[in-house]
Every structure is written in C-alpha cells, then in structure tokens.
C-alpha cells in the first residue's frame, strides 16, 4: 500500500502546518482498519514515532517532544488522515511520513508495515 503524504513545507518557529495522508487509487484502502499514524526522520538521525491512532480502540499516542503542539485526526468520510503541527520548532525539522503499522506507541515507527514517499518539514528562522 502507497499511503501519499502531502502538506510539508517552510515555516518559521511558532507557525503551523497540516500535513495529509492519503491512499490514492485504492478505493478499498480504510484507514480505520489499520493502525496508522506519522514518524518523521532528521537527516543522519534514526525514525521515531510521532503519532498514531490504534486501530484495536482508537486510542492516540504522541511522543513527549509534540505532545500539546500536534493533533492527529482521522477523516473516516474522506478516508484521509491529518496532522496538524502547531508552535513549530526548529527540532521538528524532518521528513514525515504517513504510515500503517503493528503498534500504536513509541514502537510505531519500528513497526511500519506500509508507507509512502513523506514530506518535508523545515522550521527555521
């Protein structure tokens, strides 16, 4: 499955950005079947979970570095899933990827089953 992240861009510390995934031309894609969820990579840094939504009871995770900043939402109508990022930091500079995977936790990002070419954040004055 090629889940398209789209939404990245420049902003300046403090701004915001919403970030999208989406499966397109795979009409029987349904996020609510997966767990899915965004982890990002920095450049010459290892991928770490960022947010997911659990497929088993709908329960959120956040890593502490985003918690009260970043919202994760999912758009069962539109089969899309949302990050919105708010009080932009230079350390959340990296390329964020929209992915299925086994566990919604910090492990979320060990666990990727299905992803697709991410989008790049860059926060910087």
């Known amino acids: 499955v090629q889940l398209q992240a789209s939404g990245g861009g420049l902003a300046q510390p403090g701004d915001s950005l919403r970030l999208s995934c989406a499966a397109p031309?795979?009409?029987?894609?349904?996020?609510?079947?997966?767990?899915i969820g965004w982890f990002r990579q920095a450049p010459g840094q290892k991928r770490e979970t960022v947010s997911c939504?659990?497929?088993?009871?709908?329960?959120?995770y956040y890593q502490d570095s985003v918690k009260g900043r970043f919202t994760i939402s999912r758009d069962d109508a539109k089969n899309t899933l949302y990050l919105q990022m708010d009080d932009l930091k230079p350390g959340d500079t990296a390329v964020y990827y929209c992915?299925?995977?086994?566990?919604?936790?910090?492990?979320?990002?060990?666990?990727?089953?299905?992803r697709g070419q991410g989008t790049l954040v860059t926060v910087s004055s």
């Open positions: 939504i659990s497929q088993t009871d709908g329960s959120l």
């Open positions: 992915a299925t995977g086994a566990f919604c936790s910090d492990y979320f990002a060990s666990s990727v089953h299905s």
């Open positions: 031309g795979l009409p029987a894609f349904r996020f609510d079947d997966y767990t």
